[in-house]
Nanobody, 123 residues
């Protein structure tokens, strides 16, 4: 069973930055594509970003493109989400997720999920 643990969330003012981290317990971390999703109160969980197994391919939702950067360090079993120019509408619980093989933007394609980390952006 793969365990994912997110960290780095918190309270930040609009325009600020945060860096989320997600550490995987999986020894073959490089065999998993990774994704970041978020869920705001009263809303469905939505795709934010995904990265391929070797880090060579990334995709972003339109709402974060140009502001967020997903990256990974396979030697550290860690995926990151650098969030810049944060807006109040970015407020949500952020989840990392893992799936074998290819990247995906769909929540249903991911087999493993972390417990989430809260990000709150004040105006």
């Amino acid at each position: 069973q793969v365990q994912l643990v997110e960290s780095g969330g918190g309270l930040v003012q609009a325009g600020g930055s945060l860096r989320l981290s997600c550490v995987s317990s999986e020894r073959t971390f490089s065999g998993h594509a990774m994704g970041w999703f978020r869920q705001a109160p009263g809303k469905e969980r939505e795709f934010v970003a995904t990265i391929s197994r070797n880090g060579g391919t990334t995709y972003y939702s339109d709402s974060v493109k140009g502001r967020f950067i997903i990256s990974r360090d396979n030697a550290k079993n860690t995926v990151y989400l650098q969030m810049n120019s944060l807006k109040p509408e970015d407020t949500a619980v952020y989840y990392c997720a893992a799936r074998r093989t290819l990247t995906s933007t769909r929540t249903t394609d991911y087999e493993y999920w972390g417990q989430g980390t809260q990000v709150t952006v004040s105006s």
